[in-house]
């Protein structure tokens, strides 16, 4: 008699938790990659109109015989305090490297 008092609350412990109809559900995920389409490199001339003068009113550039010492030193001052920080001259840093740059821009673009 012990015994089956001990085991019945136990049994209906046991039914109640079994019985009581909610399913253990796991969240889960699924992640599905999809493979990215390789695409053609183009060059940045061929992507860019060289023919554009951009945006200003600068529509033509002459340059003089001479280069203006004064003007070459403001214009370097300004590039170190402005330009430096994203434009290392030989290599590609945050933006392009100026080296080369009058090959994929016009000068009255630059």
């Keep these: 008699m012990k015994f089956l008092s001990k085991l019945i609350p136990i049994l209906t412990i046991l039914l109640l938790f079994n019985c009581s109809g909610k399913k253990d559900q796991t969240d889960s995920f699924d992640i599905t990659k999809s493979k990215a389409k390789p695409t053609e490199e183009t060059k940045a001339s061929e992507r860019v109109d060289l023919e554009n003068k951009g945006v200003g009113p600068v529509t033509e550039v002459v340059l ?3 280069i203006d010492q004064d ?3 403001t214009g370097e001052g300004v590039f170190k305090q402005s ?3 994203c434009h290392k001259p030989d290599v590609k840093f945050i933006g392009p490297a100026p080296k080369g740059i009058l090959d994929r821009r016009s000068p009255e673009w630059v």
Excluded: G, H, T
């Design 64 to 66: 003089a015989a001479e």
């Design 71 to 73: 003007l070459a030193r």
């Design 83 to 85: 330009c430096v920080i």
